[in-house]
């Protein structure tokens, strides 16, 4: 497989959104609830001057009271496992909110991102990301 590289990344959407909702108690002091709200789409992840295209997935949570600090846009990480990416990028919750009916709809196809060099943990820092999609 060709190494990662830093730079303009493309995606696209190849299949359907799969939603997630939930609630999971957090041990204290205090004991907290804490929501969570993400979805997860396959897609395929195309890299500069369109090298080649890893097989993967894109995960948009909605952020937690909890976490509060965004320092990158998103990361990028390879899997241990499979010749595939994940990708994780970072909204608001109303961003989120917006998101979610086009996803729903199948409107947003095309994404693009950039991929920051490498960092310590083995990730790749997203520093932008963007998508978009027709009016409803």
Same mark, same amino acid.
């Given at each position: 497989m060709p190494p990662i590289v830093a730079g303009e990344w493309r995606g696209e959407i190849v299949g359907s959104a799969n939603v997630n909702f939930g609630q999971v108690v957090q041990p204290g002091p205090p004991r907290q609830s804490v929501e969570f709200t993400y979805v997860i789409l396959p897609a395929s992840l195309i890299m500069p001057n369109a090298a080649f295209r890893w097989p993967g997935i894109v995960m948009i949570m909605a952020p937690t009271a909890m976490k509060t600090e965004h320092p990158d846009a998103g990361v990028l990480f390879? &899997?241990?496992?499979?010749? #595939?990416?994940? %990708?994780?990028?970072?909204? &608001?919750?109303?961003?989120? #909110?917006?998101? %979610?009916?086009?996803?729903?709809?199948?409107?947003?196809?095309?994404?693009?991102?950039?991929?920051?060099?490498?960092?310590?943990k083995g990730r790749w820092p997203v520093r932008s990301w963007g998508m978009g999609t027709a009016s409803l």
């Open positions: 390879q &899997t241990e496992e499979l010749p #595939s990416l994940s %990708l994780s990028l970072d909204v &608001t919750r109303a961003q989120f #909110s917006d998101m %979610l009916p086009r996803f729903e709809a199948h409107r947003i196809k095309d994404f693009f991102f950039t991929v920051e060099e490498r960092d310590a």
